[in-house]
């Protein structure tokens, strides 16, 4: 069972638009909600986090917003550029827990 | 990239032989992961270690077996390789919030494998 579901699997977005990739949880012990991004051929790396005691965490041009009550968490990425296109990954996991809860991916592709 | 290195990075085999992949860490770091990535699927854990002898399994962990004798290295073994086994592995680690914070996993560069 998927702990947490992603969507969608693939974007298609124009260069300067936003890209919008949304994650949705059930357990609701979940309380840190990291995003990873993924290039061609390496590793995910930690992109940006949240915690569910705020409704919206910006850095630069990546923003979460989270919604609580829904148990949805989106990342938003404004005036995307070709090098963001990548892969990226929602996750989720519990104070004290050492196991990340990964979404399936959402491939993103930026065109110029 | 945490000090975490991969080898093979690429590795071709045949179905029904062993294959034994390695991940090396430099930081000392308690606990370290395997998972694969498969396209739908996302990345799936397979076993992960807690310590020196110390390992549990993961969602997918049938057809894989871990060994983790000394801290900085992590193995995963496929006992008898299926072409099901095709998939890139990603060894990671877990490096410790500070002041009780969250933590951060830290991944490797990956193995790329194909079971012919």
């Known amino acids: 069972q998927q702990q947490v579901k992603q969507s969608p699997q693939s974007l298609i977005v124009q260069k300067g638009g936003i890209s919008i990739i949304n994650c949705a949880y059930e357990n609701t012990a979940f309380d840190y909600f990291p995003w990873y991004q993924q290039f061609p051929g390496k590793g995910p790396a930690l992109l940006i986090a949240i915690r569910p005691d705020v409704s919206e965490k910006k850095e630069g041009r990546f923003t979460i917003s989270f919604n609580k009550s829904a148990k949805q968490f989106s990342l938003h990425i404004m005036d995307s550029q070709p090098g963001d296109s990548a892969t990226y990954f929602c996750?989720?996991?519990?104070?004290?827990?050492?196991?990340?809860?990964f979404g399936t991916g959402t491939r993103l592709t930026v065109i110029p | 990239d945490a000090g975490i290195t991969q080898s093979p990075r690429h590795k071709v085999t045949e179905t029904g032989t062993p294959v034994t992949l390695r991940c090396h860490q430099t930081e000392n770091h308690r606990y370290m992961y395997w998972y694969r990535q498969d396209p739908g699927h996302g990345l799936r854990l397979i076993h992960y270690?807690?310590?020196?002898?110390?390992?549990d399994k993961g969602e997918v962990s049938d057809g894989y077996s871990v060994s983790r004798s000394k801290t900085e290295d992590f193995l995963l073994t496929l006992e008898s390789a299926t072409s099901s086994q095709t998939s890139v592995y990603f060894c990671a680690i877990w490096e410790p919030g500070t002041s009780g914070g969250p933590g951060t996993q830290y991944f490797g560069p990956g193995t790329r494998l194909l079971v012919l």
């Open positions: 270690s807690y310590g020196v002898k110390d390992t």
């Open positions: 996750a989720a996991i519990q104070t004290g827990a050492n196991n990340l809860f």
